[in-house]
């Protein structure tokens, strides 16, 4: 069976550090990939997506970018956070060509 | 553009009452629609899907959803509410593959 994984799952970290999370897929290959911000008392905003490795699609410009350098890897990342950085970040994943997404666990990212 | 709307943010129910939560979408094509369950600090979880095909689906944990064109809603229903169902409910819509747009969410408390 697939699972998704991500880490860590809290984090607090000061304004204008760096930021690297991360989410793994296992048990299939080739998913699409998405990145999800949760603000608090929000919806989810779409932030990024992937087809395949090296192929990321932005939807959002912002202070945020990510990788995917492995098929079932991809990488949240920022070099110098913000304090609206701080929100609840999913990782989801889906069959290639296919809508249905599978969600990961979620990080609680405090930027203080 | 396409865009969710769920007009409720909050609502209560009595254990063992019946539920509706509403979900109004706009979108062009046909579209795909979703129904998704997130407990605190948690990711999500789907709940019941609609892509073609009979208008009332049937879902996980006793859920149900009506399509409904001429309204361009997609309500979420469930005839007896158990504690347990206390979450917070999102709907989406598929636009192309890639790309999911979601409600700002409806958090359910039940009361006993």
């Known amino acids: 069976s697939q699972t998704i994984h991500q880490w860590p799952a809290t984090l607090v970290q000061p304004v204008g550090s760096p930021l690297s999370l991360e989410c793994t897929v296992e048990g299939t290959s080739n998913p699409n990939l998405y990145w999800y911000r949760q603000a608090a008392g929000r919806g989810l905003q779409l932030l990024f997506y992937?087809?395949?490795?090296?192929?990321i699609s932005s939807e959002v410009p912002q202070n945020l970018s990510a990788s995917r350098p492995q098929d079932r890897q991809f990488i949240l990342s920022s070099k110098k956070l913000l304090l609206s950085d701080s929100g609840f970040y999913l990782c989801?994943?889906?069959?290639?060509?296919?809508?249905?997404?599978?969600f990961g666990p979620g990080t609680r990212l405090t930027v203080t | 553009a396409q865009s969710v709307t769920q007009p409720d943010i909050h609502i209560t129910v009595s254990e063992g009452a019946s539920l509706e939560l509403r979900c109004n979408y706009s979108y062009g094509a046909t579209p795909y629609l979703f129904w998704y369950v997130q407990s605190p600090g948690q990711g999500l979880q789907l709940l019941l899907k609609y892509f073609s095909g009979d208008t009332l689906v049937q879902g996980i944990k006793g859920f149900e959803a009506e399509f409904k064109r001429s309204q361009s809603s997609f309500n979420l229903r469930k005839p007896s509410v158990h504690w347990s169902d206390a979450a917070e409910y999102f709907c989406?819509?598929?636009?192309?593959?890639?790309?999911?747009?979601f409600g700002s969410g409806t958090k359910l408390n039940v009361k006993p």
């Open positions: 989406a819509v598929g636009s192309g593959f890639n790309k999911f747009y």
């Open positions: 992937s087809v395949g490795i090296g192929q």
């Open positions: 989801a994943w889906s069959y290639s060509g296919s809508y249905e997404q599978y």
